[in-house]
Structures are given as structure tokens and as C-alpha cells.
């Protein structure tokens, strides 16, 4: 049987991605990365499309030659069609549509979340030189990036269910936020992580929202940390960065863990698995592999390059919508809120 190819791309944020897949192994994933929102603190929408539309072209160039795969061999486009910045989006979606057009070739509208938790499907090359099984069905997902933090039950790769997520702000938005506060440049998130590892985790301690269900709520404590920081006298977050760092990484995993062990319990599933771009902080992954030990959990954690925003994990999902027969066509339209 001839062997499925995808080509996937990724716009959803300020990273323009473009990747290629055959039969469900990742053959590149090349990521663009945009340093001109440094200066402000933040992304600015605007500047991240402008990027989008310098870096598509040799993004996508430089994911096919990687993979030494011809224009010619490829079996369908996959894309990011929501969520995200609306204007990011449309520069990947126009693309994709242009290029199914002319090459004429059908068209796959890929969810960015259930991308990211699909991303646990791709195999990662093992020390022994094996590659590693994806991981088993069902399996929960503890999916944490800067604009969502979700619980997941998936059951199949097309299959997945959100049974907890945030009524408010996202755990990465709670990193980059603290970071902020404590006079971090952007983005701080992987700044408190590399300082965290140098600081006594329980040097201080934040408020933890009591919210019901599976739900989080991480607004509170931002607000605590706030709080505490202004009634510090000067010089204190530079006398204190590495123990504040540790405390507000620690305070948000356990926030995390706790939910994610009440839905095993809820659930009965022990397969479990994390995503997103918070999913790269180290002291997480650590925190989940213990956690995984003591419960008995059977863990999974993408690769560091399948955890931030890739085209990798949209050529993956790209690949099991293929075979399933779930295309779109060119009347297709981005959504920056779209829900699964």
C-alpha cells in the first residue's frame, strides 16, 4: 500500500512551523521562532502575522527538503484552523488552501488542542536506538499552554473528550505573568524554571484556589503573589529570585497534579500523558513521573519539540484525519475560539 504523506503547517501564535509525515513518523518539523516580541513583553498580534508571511515560504522549503520529500509526493495539507491569533491563522490557512488548490490535493483542518495531546502519538527515537510505542488508548491528558489548561480523556486518536479545564487564566499565562512581576524579561515561563531549580520550593507559600470538579482557576493565585510582592520591602525579589521562582513553579504543579490525580481517580484511567507548551518545564515532567511512581501511573511526555507550538503534532493528527476520510474543503475558515 503506498505510504501516506503529509504535509502539515502551524500558525497559531508566533511560531510559523511547517512539517512532514509519512505513515505516522515525523520526518521534520522545522519551527521559526519570532524574537521581535521581546521588546514588548508580549505578542503583538500584528508583528506575528507580518512574521508568519516572511517565514511560511522557507519554513515550508526547509520541512521538505529535511524530509527529501518532492511537492509531487505529498497526499494531502493539514493546518491549524483554530485556535489562536486570528490574523496568524490566516496566513497558514490561505496557504494551505492555496497550495490543496494548485496541487490539488484534499485539505485537513487540524483542532491546535487536539494537536498538542496527539502529540504523545508521535514515536521518539529511545537510547537503544528503538523507537519508542505510542502510548495506549484510553489515556488522560493533562494538556497546559499559555492561553488554555485542559483535562482530556482520549479514546481513540480522533476521540477526546475535555472534562476539566480553566474558568479563567491559563497556567502558562500564570507563569509569564509571575515572571513579570518579579521583572522578568519575555517570555519568563522557562526563565522561573531555570531558577527554580536553584530555590527551596516551599520558601514561600501562594494561595491555592479551591474550585470544584475538574476545573482550575489560576487568576487567585496571581493576585496572592501580587500581593505578597508588594508588601516586600526593596531588593527583596533580587535577594530572593531562585526561592520565589521555586515556590510560584511548585505552587502551580501542585495546583496541576492535584486535579489531574482526582480525575484518575474519577475516571479509572492510569495512562496518562501531558502537553503543551508548559509541558517543557522541567520541574512538571519531573513532578509527573514521580507522581506516576508512587500512584502506579503508566506516564508519557512528548519530546521538548513536540511540547511548544510545531507543525509535528499537526502532521500527526493530519495523518489519522487522512485515514479516516476527514478532509475539508477551500470554503474553510480560521477561528481564533473555536471549540473541539
Not at 82 to 108: D, E, H, M, R, W
Not at 234 to 259: E, R, V, Y
Not at 304 to 327: R, S
Request: charged residues 15%; proline residues 6%; contains cysteine.
Amino acid at each position: 500500500m503506498k505510504p501516506v504523506t503529509i504535509l502539515a503547517i502551524e500558525s497559531s501564535c508566533d511560531e510559523t512551523s511547517a512539517s512532514v509525515c509519512v505513515d505516522g513518523k515525523i520526518l521534520s518539523n522545522i519551527i521559526a521562532n519570532q524574537s521581535v516580541h521581546e521588546a514588548y513583553g508580549g505578542v503583538v498580534p500584528e508583528l506575528a502575522s507580518r512574521a508568519h508571511m516572511q517565514n511560511i515560504v522557507p519554513v515550508v522549503d526547509s520541512a521538505l527538503a529535511a524530509a527529501h520529500c518532492p511537492l509531487s509526493a505529498i497526499d494531502a495539507i493539514a493546518f491549524t484552523q483554530a485556535p489562536g491569533l486570528i490574523g496568524c491563522l490566516l496566513v497558514g490557512t490561505q496557504f494551505a488552501k492555496s497550495l490543496s488548490l494548485a496541487l490539488n490535493k484534499p485539505l485537513i483542518a487540524v483542532h491546535h488542542m487536539q494537536a498538542h495531546v496527539l502529540a504523545n502519538m508521535i514515536p521518539q527515537p529511545l537510547p537503544d536506538g528503538t523507537v519508542s510505542a505510542p502510548i495506549a488508548f484510553p489515556f488522560l491528558c493533562l494538556t497546559v499552554s499559555g492561553g488554555h489548561t485542559q483535562i482530556v480523556l482520549a479514546t481513540s486518536p480522533l476521540a477526546q473528550t475535555v472534562i476539566g479545564q480553566t474558568i479563567d487564566d491559563a497556567a502558562g499565562e500564570a507563569f509569564d505573568k509571575s515572571a513579570k512581576l518579579l521583572g522578568l524579561p519575555y517570555p519568563g515561563g522557562p526563565l522561573i524554571d531555570q531558577y527554580a531549580k536553584l530555590g527551596n520550593p516551599l520558601a514561600f507559600k501562594f494561595a491555592e484556589p479551591q474550585i470544584p470538579e475538574l476545573n482550575f482557576s489560576f487568576s487567585g493565585l496571581k493576585t496572592s503573589i501580587l500581593y505578597f510582592l508588594q508588601k516586600q520591602e526593596t531588593g527583596f525579589i533580587a535577594a530572593n529570585l531562585h526561592d520565589l521562582c521555586a515556590s510560584i513553579q511548585h505552587s502551580i504543579i501542585t495546583i496541576l497534579l492535584k486535579k489531574l490525580n482526582k480525575a484518575v481517580q474519577q475516571i479509572g484511567v492510569k495512562n496518562i500523558a501531558i502537553a503543551g507548551g508548559v509541558s517543557a518545564n522541567s520541574g512538571l515532567r519531573q513532578a509527573l513521573q514521580d507522581m506516576g511512581k508512587k500512584k502506579g501511573w503508566k506516564t508519557h511526555i512528548p519530546a521538548f519539540e513536540y511540547c511548544t507550538d510545531n507543525a509535528g503534532m499537526i502532521a500527526i493528527t493530519g495523518y489519522y484525519k487522512y485515514l479516516a476520510g476527514d478532509f475539508t474543503d477551500l470554503n474553510v475558515s480560521p477561528s481564533a475560539r473555536a471549540e473541539w
